[in-house]
């Protein structure tokens, strides 16, 4: 099966590696039958998926009513944790607000490049917001009173934000195929923008969204456009069956090879994972392992990346180095195999990271 992007008529030049076979030439997934989209709806889903871009650059304009109501609308529609649509919407249509608001997320990109370090000065030079340009303000904000919801939220309280991102997705999509714009900007401090639009407590603004027409779209994400991070292949980011373990060279049995399939070649063949067969080209582009710099005998990070990757590797080398791709879990396992524990290292937590 080839994987290459869908036709993109409008954007000469987008990312080349989206993974996605041609959905006018794709058979129906089997079982799909009589459900499936036609090939030119399926189509029109998958270009608003890779079309999208956070947007920071507007044209000013405005958005109608009735397409507003649309967008708000497919919003209205996102799947949400016990149903518990933990979303509401403010409008935000004052200029002196706007201003307020603007003012927050400037001081808040300040403190954001200092914070970053050595990639303060490119950080600064990054546009990351949209706020006085876009024709709508949009604030989304999680209710008070989240607690009274428990139905998938016991151990997982954040699933009510997670349930608001899929709010926000869809009325990303939905702007895409509108021809609108729009950009998240998570750029404030939550009790100061809280303050401004008089919040009740318990309540959480979790984004400032920016709505409108735009002069072009990116053909791709800005941040890879300026070489701030770059798309990672998708086959490096699925397992089969568990996490997969941190190669552990101190261990006899990977000495004498019997679990020499545990890790990729470096060079860079994709592991033969079921989630993605085949999916993208090896080597793994992401920047910021170290391997070699892994003191002997000590777990390594994560093969997927932990969540600091992207800092650390950003700050480190604009120009991605190759790495290994992930170890896998022993092809004949069917449950995860425990992650071993180092001659004299830590013992590696459920997330991969040294504890
Ligand atoms: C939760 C969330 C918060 C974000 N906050 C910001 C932000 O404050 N400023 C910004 O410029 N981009 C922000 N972004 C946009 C990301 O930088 C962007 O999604 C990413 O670079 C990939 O680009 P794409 O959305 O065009 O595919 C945010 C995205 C998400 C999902």
Redesign the pocket.
Known sequence: MTLSPPPNPQAPGAEPAAASPDPAQAPNAPGAGAHAFSAAEREAVYRAIHE?????HFAGGRVDDATLQRLLTAAHHAPSVGFMQPWRFIRVRSRERRAAIHAL?EQERVLTARALGEREDDFMR????GVLECAELLIVVLPPGREAHVFGRRTLPEMDLASA?CA?QNL?LAARAEGLGM?????FDPQALSELLGLPPGSRP???LCLGPVPAF?A?????EVG??QRQPLAALCFDEGWPQPPDPCSQSMATGDVANRDAPATGAAPASGCAPGAEPAPVSAPGRTPAAAPACAPKADAAGTGDRHLRASGTSPTPTPEAMPARPAPTSPTPRPVAAAASGPTPSPDGSPA
């Open positions: 999208r871009r956070d947007m920071r997320v990054l546009k990351v917001e991102a926000i990303w950009g998240w900007v998570s750029l979790i984004g400032v990116y791709q994400p800005m941040l890879a701030w991070a």
